[in-house]
């Protein structure tokens, strides 16, 4: 079994930086890719970045490209997200999600194991 547990939330004001942290415990995959996605109030869950076993290959969604900056530290099995120059619209509950597939992808029915959520608020 996987256990994914976030951190790293919180209120920032709108310019601000949020660092997110997902540690990984139990069974890892290998080649897998982990992703962080954001549920917003009244909005459907959408993918905002992942990252694969290796850290040589991301992908994030256009609203975040050049803002946000996902990365994985082996040593300490856990993924970021750095979030800078964050706006009142990044407002969500972020989750960290995990599946074992040899590719990437964007949708999140296809990952297996997710992380209870982190609540970031950006205040304008």
């Known amino acids: 079994q996987v256990q994914l547990i976030e951190s790293g939330g919180g209120l920032v004001q709108a310019g601000g930086s949020l660092r997110l942290s997902c540690a990984a415990s139990g069974r890892t995959f290998r080649p897998g890719f982990m992703g962080w996605f954001l549920h917003a109030p009244g909005k459907e869950r959408e993918f905002v970045a992942s990252i694969n076993w290796s850290g040589d290959s991301t992908d994030y969604v256009d609203s975040v490209k050049g803002r946000f900056t996902i990365s994985r530290d082996h040593a300490e099995n856990t993924v970021y997200l750095q979030m800078n120059s964050l706006k009142p619209e990044d407002t969500a509950v972020y989750y960290c999600?995990?599946?074992?597939?040899?590719?990437?992808?964007?949708?999140?029915?296809?990952?297996?194991?997710w992380g209870q959520g982190t609540q970031v608020t950006v205040s304008s």
């Open positions: 999600a995990l599946h074992s597939r040899p590719y990437r992808t964007r949708l999140s029915t296809l990952y297996e194991y």
